[in-house]
């Protein structure tokens, strides 16, 4: 059973362009959640995906969306990056109506 | 608006005593809550959980104590060992599948 993949494990950006980070859920999740660490926080929710469909969103703007694939694998794309989008990028697979959430080990994104 | 209170950002503890790491939270909505352990460089890895139907979860080393009318749980780590040195989140979650975390606490312990 292969867990969360995430890539790529870091990435430098100035600011105003744009980002695409990929995920590949754990083998039989059905459920993708894209969550952003800043330095001394917990993680902040951003979004959730189901059957290719966005379920659920937490307080970001609309410059941060989201893909998910046929094969439960998910993209998050941040477009006019900011400063303040520096953070640590967590991507977690579960499956459907579970509460348990599995995580992998994040993409750092560093904006200049 | 922060959900999930963690008032300890850190904890050092001897090797072989109990740590014992608190959590409040303030939605009453929420009906799971879960530990995670976090080491630099890696994701958040699940720990032990505990719903919210229930006052107490052990699961080897690990147990998890809810008080539902204090809003308040406690994760306790018996014996301590040196592994266990980490940043530990809280998360809580409801019925719309998205966790709220807490800041963290850094144990350390001391051999």
């Known amino acids: 059973e292969t867990g969360v993949t995430q890539s790529p494990t870091h990435l430098i950006k100035t600011r105003g362009q744009q980002v695409t980070l990929r995920c590949s859920s754990q083998s039989g999740h059905n459920t993708v959640s894209w969550y952003q660490q800043a330095l001394g926080q917990g993680p902040q929710f951003i979004f959730q995906?189901?059957?290719?469909?966005?379920?659920g969103r937490g307080n970001f703007p609309p410059r941060f969306s989201g893909l998910q694939f046929p094969n439960y694998s998910s993209e998050l794309n941040v477009n006019a990056l900011e400063l303040d989008d520096s953070a640590l990028y967590l991507c977690a697979s579960s499956l459907q109506n579970s509460y348990e959430q599995y995580f992998g080990p994040g993409t750092r994104l560093t904006v200049t | 608006d922060q959900q999930v209170k963690q008032n300890s950002p850190s904890l050092s503890v001897q090797e072989g005593r109990i740590s014992i790491l608190n959590c409040d939270y303030t939605?009453?909505?929420?009906?799971?809550f879960l530990w995670y352990k976090k080491y630099p460089a890696e994701g958040p890895t699940f720990l032990i959980s505990i719903s919210s139907i229930k006052d107490k979860n052990e699961d080897g080393r690990f147990t998890v104590f809810l008080n539902k009318s204090a809003k308040h749980l406690s994760l306790h780590i018996v014996p301590s060992q040196p592994g266990d040195s980490a940043v530990y989140f809280c998360a809580a979650i409801s019925n719309d599948y998205k966790l709220s975390f807490g800041a963290g606490t850094t144990v350390t312990v001391r051999a």
């Open positions: 995906y189901y059957r290719e469909e966005e379920n």
């Open positions: 939605n009453s909505m929420f009906d799971y």
